[in-house]
């Protein structure tokens, strides 16, 4: 069936054929890497007793997390937490609902050019800003508080969701939508028709896990002043008040793991 | 030389996979094992192996009792039993030479095979069943780019370069078109002729088996319901395994079968 | 039962029944409620005065920052270095850390699916909860301040973020590809080697590559709290309200940025 005759092969060794075949760029990039490597790591001075005298402190925190404090600054937790998971719900719920107009003007097989460009113009702003920088900005802005937390969140929650929304809109199934624009349908029974059963169950899910991430970053809001439990950690690890600090992450961790384990099961559910 | 003695599967969903089979497979035979989905096929080939646990029976190969070997040397028995797969079950990822070469995987060393340093001995019988299967050209390829009837022919060299006494075939033919089941088939059993193997093929395509084994065991829920010669194998045979069903043209197929001419496989 | 009679006997179709549409009607209300009560929370908190100011300051701002310091970025070209360093080095060290940890947690790979599985499920659950910013404010506390600090803590939360992606990949693998191997007599590492890595390497360098962009914009943050990088001039200009400082570095995070996320396309694009 080919040229490749049996007695050729037969005695020589085998290899196996390399992930990149030209030799040049294979022996280059990986030239390149072990440079890379090595001065990325002999550019990172490491302070090593610094390290050693803080491993003790590493311990103590470790030990810490088995008898965590939630007593002595308990007020302090239970407000920072209760602002944490207000501006978490308030920014999920207006960034999910600004998203979606978002997320259907920036699918391409919708909406119009310019609208496209607009919202797309949106999306990649908002995801290009880190969250942090973004509070930093608004705590400037409009002052100290959980409203710049909340205006955060809620910004960077349209360019996650109406990113994904609009990837899942381009692909959704095009014949389940023509059927409905086949019959007749108004622009918005079209999209309420033939768009919104395709993509609601990822939508439902996607906003349940931006819930999640949303709470995760309110935790660290409070870092710049925009509210949350974050101003309550700083202030903890300053102190070395390492029970306190184990005892709020805790608290973040048990969060977390509870909204993952509900979102699961809505997620079972919605599909 | 394979006897299973009273072999009964019961999963843990409480489903009587198989029940108190018994069967002797003689040095060189092709066995053709044959029943509706769910009789326990499957069930059968995996245990004689062990990738199933059998519950209770024994399994002896050669005079050794397969369901009482520790892990270890139950790696090495396994190196006796090639088995080919219903979807070919080849890596797909890595080349069709490193396929064949896996079936060496039970004698040689961990870090031999991870940096694939195969003796010379291996890789020469590799490109040897390479060649018997028509496939030389494609060593380099990846399994992915394969077609169906390429892919179980790969599988079909892994299995035989174990060097085992005894094949077993899982629907080989499953996933493949008429032509290329039967080409698949007549490898299958021209190789077991050539190395004097015996196989046990799990088939449900009736009229195929008969076309190439020379003894037919039907399955059903589990127990034996029928051992002979392909020739004995009558409607009335076919619906105590199946159920109730015009099996004539089933079996008449068998008949008109060989006037075609098929290219040779190698 | 959307098919329904009404008080003249004749047949109306509804997608809900009357309880259906009360349940739904009361969760909506509900859900408004929270909204409003966060809402209220939200508004007491808030010194609405500087809220209304806020136009005025934005231009005030606005004004100040612009132009940029170009001449700034002279001191810009090291911690950029660091950043990128923070982001590459972390990601390599939470990778080694996050193969093992998914091995034990997939559910078909794990030793033990009674003590291991659970630990390792914790693992990734904790380092992921944890933003690396929380990481590198701790590790601050515990190590002292440096990029050492911030390689850490973009490797110790990239661990979760790894270890999950990758242990929902290894339980998606076809099992067929692993059994064919076992019956071939290898041994456990070597059904690892032939049967499962080879399926996951695509999942796995996908993932690399992935976290590694999400670093990028992760580590120019963490000088904030002073683990090194870009953000630790960020603090300082911030700090002492030198706003035209300010303009220049978030421009040059957001050009890092753009040009992480161009790169892990196109490595993404090469590797599958």
Known sequence: MSAVLLEDRLGTTWKKPPLISNPTLRWGLFIAAAVYLVLATASIDVNWSRVAEGLSRGWAFIASFFNPDFVSRGTDIRDGILESVIITVASTVVGILISIPIGLGAARNIAPLPVYLICRGIVALSRALNEIIVAILLVAIFGFGPLAGFLTLSFATIGFLAKLLAEDIEEMDKVQAEAIRATGSTWMQWINYGVQPQVMPRLIGLSMYRLDINFRESAVLGLVGAGGIGATLNTAFDRYEFDTAAAILLIIIVTVMVLEYLSGIIRAKVQ | MLELKNLSKTYRTGDKALQNVTLTVPKGQVMALIGPSGAGKSTLIRCINRLVEPTSGSVILDGTDVTALGSGALRKMRRKMGMIFQQYALVERLTVMENVLSGRLGYVGFWRSYFRKYPQADVDEAFRLLDRVGLLAMADKRADELSGGQRQRVGIARALIQNPRLLLVDEPTASLDPKTSRQIMRLICELCAERDLAAVINIHDVALAQMFVERIVGLKAGELAFDGKPVEMTEDVLTNIYGEEDWHATIREVDDEDAEAEEPVA | ?272
């Open chain 3, 1 to 272: 039962m959307p098919v329904s009679q009404n008080a003249s006997g004749a047949k109306i179709w509804q997608l809900r029944n009357r309880n259906q549409t009360l349940a739904r009607w009361a969760a909506y209300l509900a859900g408004v409620a929270v909204f409003m009560w966060c809402w209220q929370r939200i508004s007491d908190a808030t010194t609405w005065f500087f809220v209304w100011d806020a136009p005025r300051i934005a231009a005030d701002i606005g004004g100040r920052a612009w132009p940029p310091r170009w001449s700034y970025m002279d001191k810009l070209w090291g911690p950029l270095w660091d950043t990128l360093n923070m982001a590459t080095l972390g990601t390599l060290l939470a990778l080694v850390m996050a193969v093992p940890v998914a091995f034990l947690a997939a559910r078909n790979t794990t030793p033990s699916a009674t003590f291991i599985r659970p630990i390792a499920l914790f693992i990734i659950v904790a380092t992921r909860s944890i933003n690396s910013l929380i990481w590198a404010l701790l590790l601050v506390a515990v190590i002292g301040p440096g990029v050492f600090a911030g390689l850490l803590a973009i490797a110790f939360r990239s661990i979760g973020f790894c270890a999950k992606l990758l242990y929902e990949a290894i339980e998606e693998i076809d099992p067929t590809q692993v059994e064919a191997i076992t019956a071939t007599g290898a041994s456990r590492w070597q059904v690892m080697a032939y049967g499962i890595v080879p399926q996951i390497m695509p999942a796995f360098a996908g993932i690399s590559v992935f976290r590694w962009d999400i670093n990028i914009r992760e580590s120019t943050v963490l000088g904030l709290v002073g683990a090194g990088g870009i953000g630790l001039q960020l603090q300082s200009s911030l700090n002492t309200l030198a706003w035209p400082q300010v303009t220049l570095i978030l421009i040059v995070i957001l050009a890092a940025v753009v040009i992480g996320e161009w790169v892990s396309a196109k490595v993404r694009g090469a590797i599958i």
